[in-house]
């Protein structure tokens, strides 16, 4: 996600030069100079020290450690600080940074690559208006940008949007498979389905009508959709989905009680 979120940054024009990326791992950094010519550190304190605005993009399970250590440094110039850890709540971050820090805790997706991302922004009361807007511009640049007014909230976004794609990947993958069953080669089933895919989300994107209606537009009475889509209903495609978000929503919940006393 940090290469995600530096690439559609500098994609939108912000400068490479204003940006510092930390990591421990040589491979990782390289990585992300190949995505932008950044500046790479592997030292954290040395990252913050000027910074108006960090970005933890960390792995929930190290996140107590790595903001216990640099607790100090923040403290210092408190700048904004903008988690996209899963789960793990305002309070925590807070506390481990030694308190009184303004911070906006996000929920982004993995198409912020391409610049199509989907991100829900909660801000503790500690936020200024132009640290919002600072958020704003860093999230908005790779995708839309929504706030969320209850932290709760950010569990089902979690859910819906933050493993969204991975859904719809899913998705993808069935009809090339079923495609290719029915005789398709590879290839033709493959840019069939996604530029289906492309096509389906572009439309709804520019509607002035809801899906439901969309999907009963494209619906002959007894035609080779009704019939395709009679099947998917009568799996209960629909609950199904219920069914995989709530747990999605729930492990995101289960999260932040494991991992806010940084277990």
Request: glycine fraction near 8%.
């Amino acid at each position: 996600m940090a290469s995600s979120i530096i690439g559609g940054l500098v994609t939108e024009g912000f400068s490479a030069e204003q940006i510092i990326a930390s990591d421990p791992y040589p491979a990782s950094l390289e990585r992300l100079r190949d995505i932008a010519k950044v500046e790479t550190t592997d030292d954290n304190q040395h990252a913050i020290a000027n910074a108006d605005v960090v970005v933890l993009a960390v792995k929930p399970q190290v996140m107590k450690p790595i903001l216990e250590d640099l607790a100090n440094s923040a403290q210092l110039h408190k700048p904004l600080v903008i988690s996209i850890a899963a789960g793990i709540k305002v309070k925590s971050l807070d506390q481990w940074l030694g308190g009184g820090m303004p911070i906006v805790r996000c929920m982004p997706n993995t198409p912020a690559l391409v610049q199509t991302g989907a991100t829900a922004l909660y801000a503790n009361p500690v936020v200024s208006e132009h640290q919002k807007r600072l958020a704003d511009q860093i999230l908005g640049a790779v995708g839309i940008a929504l706030w969320v007014s209850e932290e709760q909230a950010l569990d089902a976004v979690t859910a819906v949007s933050g493993s969204g794609p991975a859904y719809f990947f899913l998705v993808m993958e069935a009809m090339q498979a079923a495609g290719e069953s029915m005789g398709l080669s590879a290839e033709t089933a493959k840019q069939l389905t996604l530029q289906t895919a492309l096509g389906a989300a572009k439309m709804a994107m520019s509607s002035d009508v809801d899906t439901a209606e969309l999907r009963r537009r494209v619906t002959s009475p007894g035609g080779t959709t009704a019939e395709a889509l009679k099947v998917l209903e009568n799996r209960n495609l629909k609950d199904i989905f219920l069914q995989a978000l709530e747990a999605g929503r729930n492990r995101s919940e289960e999260l932040a009680e494991i991992l806010g006393d940084g277990k």
